[in-house]
């Protein structure tokens, strides 16, 4: 069954190059689990089109199953370089592998790493009190833990 899923999962996809496979679960009672996003987010009918590219796929008389297709949500970690690319501009809490923590602009993503800026009170380099600088890091995915949007209300 997860050759049927994955194969018609792909043609779907390669049928909507705007939307792209976040994750696919299929547990031991056939309950299908498929996590999606896209390029410009994901609307009811993006989740419908591929539920449907999927169920065309599989035959209800010899496979009992259930099929959830979802977008990865406005909290769920951000996982792929696709998902970091359409966020840019926008602020991202995250945490590396050596622990460390950002809060800070999401100013540039490629199929790399990420271009991360920020502002920080540091003390004068000569004299008393504080100065605001502009900080930037940038980070490989693979020293990424966790990535999250931080949503600003």
Known sequence: MRDTVESSLENALNERSDLFLIDL??????KIRVIVDGDNGITVDDCVFLSRAIEGELDRD???FSLEVTSA???????????????IGRSL????????????????????????????????????GKITVKKEAVLNYNEIEQAKVKIKF
């Open 25 to 30: 679960i299929i547990l031991d009672d056939n």
């Open 73 to 87: 949500g406005a909290t769920s970690p951000l996982e792929h370089a696709r998902q970091f690319k359409k966020n």
């Open 62 to 64: 010899e496979i009992d």
């Open 93 to 128: 809490e995250i945490r590396t592998t050596d622990n460390t923590k950002y809060v800070a602009n999401l100013v540039k993503a490629d199929d790399e790493a990420i271009t991360l800026q920020w502002k920080a009170r540091e003390p004068k380099p000569i004299g008393k």
